[in-house]
């Protein structure tokens, strides 16, 4: 990963008309990468994405690694189509829609509504509805519902900005 970086950091200040993401350009962020995943962010003009698409041309060169085009997604906030198209015919990948999710979480630029976690609460009451078939006795039954929101509500808070009311509906299963 090191490699490409440097790879794209060299063609942006070649280019010298690359345009950061919106509140990218100060600690000059291009993109964020989770294990075998990437993703590259810009500023959505053409300009930006020739840039980018050099990066890779210029990695596979050398690495001989590229990316695979049956997974790979471009999700584009341009709103005129023509440049959409474009973009897309550029770089050749699938289109992708807004929200992204990774591992099941929403990547958002904003602060999320209690609408975008209504599907981890549904989770939530989905997985207590099965214990209940279970043979546990009230007691026990309790201590694991008990245990287990307790530790999902670390872990939603732990890896997301959750908000007071999706916490609120965790608590009122």
Request: aromatic residues 12%; positive net charge; hydrophobic residues 45%.
């Amino acid at each position: 990963m090191e490699g490409f970086s440097m790879l794209l950091n060299n063609c942006i200040e070649e280019a010298g008309n690359f345009w950061y993401h919106q509140g990218c350009e100060e600690l000059k962020i291009t993109y964020l990468c989770f294990t075998n995943d990437l993703f590259v962010f810009t500023g959505g003009d053409l300009a930006s994405v020739e840039v980018l698409k050099i990066a890779l041309e210029r990695f596979h060169a050398v690495s001989g690694l590229e990316p695979n085009i049956s997974k790979s997604q471009v999700s584009l906030v341009v709103f005129y189509l023509k440049t959409r198209a474009v973009i897309l015919n550029s770089l050749q990948f699938q289109p992708g829609t807004f929200p992204i999710k990774y591992l099941g979480v929403h990547l958002s630029s904003i602060c999320l509504r209690v609408v975008d976690f209504a599907p981890l609460v549904n989770q939530l009451k989905l997985r207590i509805r099965y214990w209940k078939s279970k043979f546990l006795s009230f007691g026990g039954r309790k201590e694991l519902v008990i245990s287990v929101l307790q530790s999902m509500q670390l872990y939603w808070i732990m890896i997301l900005t959750c908000i007071v009311p999706t916490t609120g509906n965790s608590e009122a299963i």
